[in-house]
């Protein structure tokens, strides 16, 4: 299947949702460039997220997202994978809106904690309870990310490769962001 992406796709979710790497296979299957804003940032500062968050703070980091966000939407359509709290800000969504097309990448509390609890590179996690924090943090999220404009449910036994394609024909149904060209 040859298809033509006329928008960036940016992917949405929680941490641990699968942005990064469903992303770089989606990038692959629809034959576009993977960006990251997260890779952006780290890139721009020359310091980790986590190590922005301590130094910075939230808000500081927040502003830069924005920014590097908003950069790289300008660039030619790609594939987006974006921090998971990016689409709390309202102006976020719409500038998402406005230049290309959201995708939640919806993944159940279970799956999530198995994917981020090992890991300690996640800031917001780094509380006496993360396993708390992340129900919490999955809880207020979650009704945001909700106003994404296409939604796909991750299910535990997709592979990367699977998720990708489930992103990809989700996305075939909007004529305005991909085109079959056969």
Known sequence: MRAQLSKTVVLVGMMGAGKTAVGKALATLLEVPFRDSDAAIEEAADRTIAEIFARDGESFFRAKESKV????????????????????????????????????LEVDLP?????????DTRPLLQTPNPRATLESLYHARA?????ADLKVHAR????IDEMAREVRDALLTRRDVLEDSR
Do not use: C, H
């Open 143 to 147: 009704p945001i990310y909700a106003l």
């Open 69 to 104: 966000i908003d950069r790289l939407l300008d660039a030619p359509p790609s594939v987006l994978s974006t921090g998971g709290g990016a689409f709390m800000s309202e102006a976020n969504r719409k500038m998402i809106s406005d230049k290309g097309v959201s995708v939640w």
């Open 156 to 159: 535990p036994r997709y592979s």
């Open 111 to 119: 799956l999530l904690w198995n994917r981020v609890r090992q890991r």
